[in-house]
T-cell receptor, first 113, second 116 residues
Framework: SQTIHQWPATLVQPVGSPLSLECTVE??????LYWYRQAAGRGLQLLFY??????ISSEVPQNLSASRPQDRQFILSSKKLLLSDSGFYLC????????????FGPGTRLLVL | AQTVTQSQPEMSVQEAETVTLSCTYD???????LFWYKQPPSRQMILVIR??????QNATENRFSVNFQKAAKSFSLKISDSQLGDAAMYFC?????????????FGQGTILTVHP
């Protein structure tokens, strides 16, 4: 069966510091990968998606970037964090094709002070 | 652009009773998919149920069922025999069928409280 991992689970960072959140998927190959952000406990917003190694698409302009160095690894980064980057970050995976369901990881709570 | 609206910020139900959560969406696509996700206090998003727009039959998963009204663009979730473990935030989500990467558009969520 497929499993999706995220770490760290919780992170407290000062403004202006760098960020690296990691997501890995097990038990599948060539997944589509996604990064979402949830602010204030409400709806999720898609930040990035990837359909393959090195292929990253951004949904919204922001202070963040994403990379996919390996097939089942997805990384969310920032060079300098802003207060507004605080939130809950969720990674998700799906199989290829429009009929596939997305499955989410446990998420990372990020607090920027 | 597609939008998803959940008009009930909060709902409550007595244990063992039935509750219905509402969701409406707006789209010009003919091929799409609709989902209900549950987010318990742990905050992990858990898939509850999925509906393909081309299917007329409403999806059912144990105590969870949907009322899919395509013409009205309505997609409500019915939880029967509510249990304390059903307490969570529930999100309705839309996915268009025209792309391969499957962007999900979420509603703002409904907080469900289950009273013993």
């Amino acid at each position: 069966s497929q499993t999706i991992h995220q770490w760290p689970a919780t992170l407290v960072q000062p403004v202006g510091s760098p960020l690296s959140l990691e997501c890995t998927v097990e038990g599948t190959s060539n997944p589509n990968l996604y990064w979402y952000r949830q602010a204030a406990g409400r709806g999720l917003q898609l930040l990035f998606y990837s359909v393959g190694i090195g292929q990253i698409s951004s949904e919204v302009p922001q202070n963040l970037s994403a990379s996919r160095p390996q097939d089942r690894q997805f990384i969310l980064s920032s060079k300098k964090l802003l207060l507004s980057d605080s939130g809950f970050y969720l990674c998700a995976w799906s199989g290829r094709g429009p009929r596939e369901t997305q499955y989410f990881g446990p998420g990372t709570r990020l607090l920027v002070l | 652009a597609q939008t998803v609206t959940q008009s009930q910020p909060e709902m409550s139900v007595q244990e063992a009773e039935t509750v219905t959560l509402s969701c409406t969406y707006d789209t010009s696509e003919s091929d799409y998919y609709l989902f209900w996700y549950k987010q318990p206090p742990s905050r992990q998003m858990i898939l509850v149920i999925r509906q393909e727009a081309y299917k007329q039959q409403n999806a059912t998963e144990n105590r969870f069922s949907v009322n899919f009204q395509k013409a009205a663009k309505s997609f409500s979730l019915k939880i029967s025999d509510s249990q304390l473990g059903d307490a969570a935030m529930y999100f309705c989500a839309y996915r268009g069928g025209g792309t391969s990467y499957g962007k999900l558009t979420f509603g703002q969520g409904t907080i469900l409280t289950v009273h013993p």
